[in-house]
């Protein structure tokens, strides 16, 4: 069984569309989680943090549920700049590795 | 400019050579990973370290091998015993100290065996 998983897409939405994507994860001891964009043939940059209270970045809304054990991501009002691969990350107790979704695909479309 | 630098950006290579990826990062972290990314997957943890002189085999460990003699370089040696080696090798960082536990990806070595 994967440590996380991801729906891959893609998702194809119109500008300015409100998007979601859900991460699961397997383990129950896992501490931290975020969320990372990865541009075509480059390398996954940091979106943000995703903590228990759920957090805001302007357009970007995280969410953790450890009853459930998923992570989620807002997007809304979507920009042709939003096009990418996101993928959901988790760490165990001990932050040594860091397990990645194969990720999920987002195509906005004008 | 402070970050992560590897070389060369592409790589080819004949099967059976052995070839060496670099990794530098002038970011002062005390922990670097290799990972690979093969097409509609995942990063696959290679090997990481926490401290100069020592690794740890990740979950993908064969075929390669690792050294950290400086904290700023954590090269990656991908051998002839790696049976599918053509993928994309991505070098990261993290400062083990800091306020954030995230890591820092550098822009990654594309490498085809022919």
């Known amino acids: 069984r994967k440590e996380v998983e991801q729906d891959p897409g893609p998702f194809n939405v119109p500008e300015g569309a409100t998007v979601a994507f859900n991460c699961t994860y397997s383990?129950?001891?896992?501490?931290?989680f975020f969320w990372y964009r990865q541009d075509c043939r480059k390398e996954p940059k940091l979106l943000m943090s995703?903590?228990?209270s759920g957090n805001e970045d302007g357009r970007f809304t995280a969410q953790l549920n450890r009853a459930s054990q998923y992570i989620s991501l807002l997007i809304r009002d979507s920009k042709l700049s939003d096009s990418a691969t996101y993928l959901c990350?988790?760490?165990?107790?001990?932050?040594?590795?860091?397990?990645f979704g194969s990720g999920t695909k987002l195509n906005v479309k004008p | 400019d402070g970050g992560i630098t590897q070389s060369p950006k592409y790589l080819f290579r004949k099967e059976g050579q052995n070839v060496t990826l670099s990794c530098e990062q002038n970011?002062?972290?005390?922990?670097m990973y290799w990972y690979r990314q093969d097409p509609g997957q995942g990063l696959r943890l290679i090997y990481y370290?926490?401290?100069?002189?020592?690794?740890q085999k990740g979950d993908i460990a064969e075929g390669y091998s690792v050294s950290r003699e400086k904290k700023e370089s954590f090269p990656l040696t991908v051998t002839s015993a790696q049976k599918n080696p053509t993928a994309f090798y991505l070098c990261?960082?993290?400062?083990?100290?800091?306020?954030?536990?995230?890591?820092?990806f550098g822009p990654g070595t594309r490498l085809t065996v022919l």
């Open positions: 990261a960082s993290r400062d083990l100290g800091g306020a954030s536990d995230t890591q820092y």
């Open positions: 383990n129950s001891a896992s501490q931290s």
């Open positions: 995703v903590y228990s």
């Open positions: 990350v988790v760490t165990l107790y001990n932050f040594n590795k860091f397990y």
């Open positions: 970011l002062n972290h005390d922990a």
């Open positions: 370290s926490q401290i100069v002189n020592d690794f």
